[in-house]
């Protein structure tokens, strides 16, 4: 619903000719029973990770990186990790793999410029 909603928002912007180009980053979320999976970009061809969060707890987000460059994020019971790492990514800003696995690290202050 969500990319369909972004694709109309572009798609209405070309015909009043306006540029908008569709750059929205790919998400999707499932609850399974007391757990919420949220996964944010592509991760296919990743060749390093970063963990933050207590993966023993059950509160989590493993960065893909290809090369030094994010690419997805997987996250499980944290959706402000998630949100956050959608908006890294449609900015088109990563953070290093030290700065993503740094629970002490703001992410959020990458955004700002």
Known sequence: ?????EQG?????????QER???????FWSDQYDKKLQMAGLSMGADGWAVRGDMAGGTFTVYHFKGDQ????DSVNA?????????????GVSPTREQAGDVGFDLA???VK
Do not use: C, E, Y
């Not at 994010?70 to 994020?73: G, H, N």
């Open 109 to 111: 202050s990458l955004l």
């Open 1 to 5: 619903m969500q990319n369909a909603t």
């Open 21 to 27: 180009p569709f750059t929205a980053t790919p998400w």
């Open 79 to 91: 959706s402000k990790d998630h949100l956050l790492v959608r908006k890294l990514l449609d900015a």
């Open 70 to 73: 994010l690419i997805a994020a």
């Open 9 to 17: 928002k572009s798609a209405a912007a070309a015909l009043l000719g």
